[in-house]
């Protein structure tokens, strides 16, 4: 077994430890397992907000005014895709990550957090007591976005760990022992992090000493507990106007009638961030921090029901009347419902609605779903198109069955920015959609 091979079975031990070991109290508490997500990137200006795409001069007589000029701008996306042959579309949907171990810089959902870890070498040690060459301090800047209304207090001398160490020579160390101490503070010449994680967006810088060298590897402790319920913004009657939902204290456990066999602390959960590469299947590195969404941004108000549009046809199956009963949501980048989707987000979640699983994203749905021939679909399937044109899969469409009586298969799907979540009809006869259609896949 090789060295790095070791350190990585070690690292996983460690990890699994955290899950059911406890040290000290307090803590940021992770109500569900942590995911992340690269969100489709924003178009590039379009429109009046966007550059110019050309200069068209129109000659008329003196009499009427001379020649003029018209200003020709991009349409959405145009830049992106200049060769759809269609009207503008939107951009790949996101793939996805559900686990404990990401890269530095990415921003991972730890439910009711996003949290987003970066490691940097700073300068070597000289400090008496301390041997010469023998320590380096590091920085650790995680940057917190808190969804709830509530500060979480966390103690980051115990919760966060520069878990190893890349050496000038190249071998990987690897200790438990990494953290914020008043050492490290007093040679970094900062003053300790605040305790408290408040609501909305902060930032901390955390020093660490180590051994010289590079950081491979922070571990960040969570308290683990799926029953607590944060207090969150939820809608009023006035749209987008927030009001606090009492969330209430976690329930009191049972206890077990032998004091030696009960934890005293609650379960910790290590989420680890590392100096890796990783590059999805069939998709380009994400050029964003990315995460998991549950929320829809700040201009769409929370619990706001979409109305139905589109009525289900006589006897559709569960899945088609949720699906339906999206239409008219917003489409946003990353988005995984309820209040808004991306195309990905609509069929993961609606078939969650129905207690199914499937993949995130079209990296993880086409590849990991079953096919389905096109003669054999029944509503429900997913079908997937290239509509960039460049030999990968980019949208993904519910297919609803025959919405509208005329005998042609519709479907379901979030469309664009602009468009939102809609049906769109007679979908193997378009003559947009039927040549970029690139196969089905089934949850049956």
């Keep these: ?56 001069t129109h000659t008329r007589p003196i009499t009427e005014g001379g020649d003029w000029e018209e200003i020709i701008y991009y349409a959405e996306w145009e830049q992106e895709y200049p060769d759809a042959g269609g009207p503008p579309f939107p951009s790949p949907t996101p793939y996805a990550l559900v686990g404990t171990s990401y890269l530095f810089g990415q921003r991972v959902e730890v439910w009711p957090v996003h949290v987003q870890v970066d490691a940097s070498a700073g300068p070597p040690v000289t400090s008496p007591g301390v041997a010469a060459g023998s320590q380096q301090l590091y920085y650790i800047d995680i940057t917190w976005d808190n969804h709830a209304l509530e500060p979480f207090v966390m103690p980051y001398g115990e919760r966060v760990r520069l878990r190893a160490v890349t050496s000038p020579a190249g071998a990987v160390l690897s200790d438990a022992r990494w953290g914020m101490t008043n050492l ?70 049972t206890l077990a009638p032998n004091d030696e066999l009960r934890a005293s602390e609650a379960p910790l959960l290590t989420v680890q961030w590392s100096n890796a ?18 929320w829809s941004g700040e201009e769409v108000a929370w619990g706001v029901p979409a ?86 899969i980019d949208h993904v469409g519910v297919l609803a069955g025959d919405l509208d009586g005329d005998g042609r298969w519709d479907m379901v799907h979030a469309a664009s920015p602009r468009l939102g979540v809609r049906a769109d009809y007679g979908v193997f006869e378009s003559a947009y959609y039927a040549p970029r259609i690139r196969g089905f896949r089934t949850a049956r």
Excluded at 189 to 196: F, K, R, S, T
Excluded at 202 to 224: H, K, M, N
Excluded at 277 to 294: N, S
Excluded at 361 to 390: C, K, N, S, Y
Aim: aromatic share 6%; net charge negative.
């Design 1 to 56: 077994m090789s060295r790095r091979t070791r350190w990585m079975v070690t690292l996983l031990v460690v990890a699994q430890l955290g899950l059911i070991l406890a040290c000290g109290s307090g803590g940021v508490v992770a109500t569900r397992g942590p995911r992340w997500a690269c969100p489709s990137p924003t178009p590039l200006p379009y429109g009046e907000a966007g550059p110019i795409k050309e200069i068209i």
């Design 307 to 392: 109305a139905l549009q589109v009525a289900a046809p006589p006897g559709a199956d569960r899945l088609i009347q949720i699906v339906l009963n999206q239409v008219g949501k917003p489409y946003i980048w990353g988005a995984k419902g309820p209040e808004a989707f991306d195309c990905s987000g609509l069929a993961t979640w609606s078939y969650a609605q129905i207690g199914i699983n499937i993949p995130q994203g079209t990296a993880g749905q086409w590849p990991h779903m079953r096919p389905v021939e096109q003669h054999a679909l029944q509503p429900g399937d997913l079908i997937f198109f290239d509509i960039a044109g460049r030999g990968r």
């Design 277 to 294: 590469t990783w590059v999805p299947p069939q998709a380009e590195p994400c050029a964003d921090p990315g995460a998991l969404t549950d």
């Design 184 to 253: 490290s503070l007093q040679l970094a010449n900062m003053e300790p992090p605040p305790d408290l994680v408040p609501p909305g967006v902060s930032q901390v810088r955390i020093p660490v000493l180590a051994p010289p060298g590079e950081p491979e590897t922070v571990d960040l402790l969570f308290a683990a507990n799926p029953d607590y319920v944060p207090l969150l913004p939820t809608s009023t009657t006035l749209p987008g106007t927030p009001t606090p939902t009492v969330g209430g204290a976690p329930p009191t456990p």
